[in-house]
T-cell receptor
Framework: AQKITQTQPGMFVQEKEAVTLDCTYD???????LFWYKQPSSGEMIFLIY??????QNATEGRYSLNFQKARKSANLVISASQLGDSAMYFC?????????????FGAGTILRVKS | EAGVTQSPTHLIKTRGQQATLRCSPI?????VYWYQQALGLGLQFLLW???????NRGNFPPRFSGRQFPNYSSELNVNALELEDSALYLC????????????FGPGTRLTVT
């Protein structure tokens, strides 16, 4: 089974509107972390936001928020007030417990295009 | 604070040759990770080094190897290059045991002809 599933290969959003990028995950480890990264066409992976499995509140970082629904094993990224510079590939990733070696497992990504 | 740096930016090799990719982590970070992003295969974990030791390895053949130096910088070596090794190789660093965030460098694009 896929550890990280991103079901939206591509998304369009109008500038200044909010957009939600979906991510579901699969793990039996009670201790895990969920990440979102942005990859512009330049290739660099930019860390956006982190949510720990024991965190009680949803993570927020500026215009980014993570809608964490633990029972549903989903960790959707919400970008508010989209900007043209938000156009990029977005990856959801998971890090499981230390016995899994601290590696990040990535989803297939979602390409976001912001329209003016 | 300087971010993760990688060199070279681009590398072109022929099949059968060896490639060496370099990574310098963020100051204070002791863990270095290598990932391969090949077209159509997504991002796949290659190696994790911490305090000079290989801590974990992804599902890659032994011709992918590396090391971490006392200053925590790292080198990824790919021997006997194959065409399918063409990919973007991303290095990331983190604080081991304290911070879960992995910060990535700009990557090295390896092309094997």
């Amino acid at each position: 089974a896929q550890k990280i599933t991103q079901t939206q290969p591509g998304m369009f959003v109008q500038e200044k509107e909010a957009v939600t990028l979906d991510c579901t995950y699969d793990t039996s480890d009670p201790s895990y972390g969920l990440f979102w990264y942005k990859q512009p066409s330049s290739g660099e992976m930019i860390f956006l936001i982190y949510q720990g499995s024991y965190d009680q509140q949803n993570a927020t970082e500026g215009r980014y928020s993570l809608n964490f629904q633990k029972a549903r094993k989903s960790a959707n990224l919400v970008i508010s007030a989209s900007q043209l510079g938000d156009s990029a590939m977005y990856f959801c990733a998971m890090r499981e417990g230390k016995e899994y070696g601290n590696k990040l497992v990535f989803g297939a990504g979602t390409i976001l295009r912001v329209k003016s | 604070e300087a971010g993760v740096t990688q060199s070279p930016t681009h590398l072109i090799k022929t099949r059968g040759q060896q490639a060496t990719l370099r990574c310098s982590p963020i100051s204070g970070h002791t863990s270095v990770y290598w990932y391969q992003q090949a077209l159509g295969l997504g991002l796949q974990f290659l190696l994790w080094y911490d305090e000079g030791e290989e801590r974990n390895r992804g599902n890659f053949p032994p011709r992918f190897s590396g090391r971490q130096f006392p200053n925590y910088s790292s080198e990824l070596n790919v021997n006997a290059l194959e065409l399918e090794d063409s990919a973007l190789y991303l290095c990331a660093s983190s604080l081991y045991g304290q911070s879960y965030e992995q910060y990535f460098g700009p990557g090295t694009r390896l092309t094997v002809t």
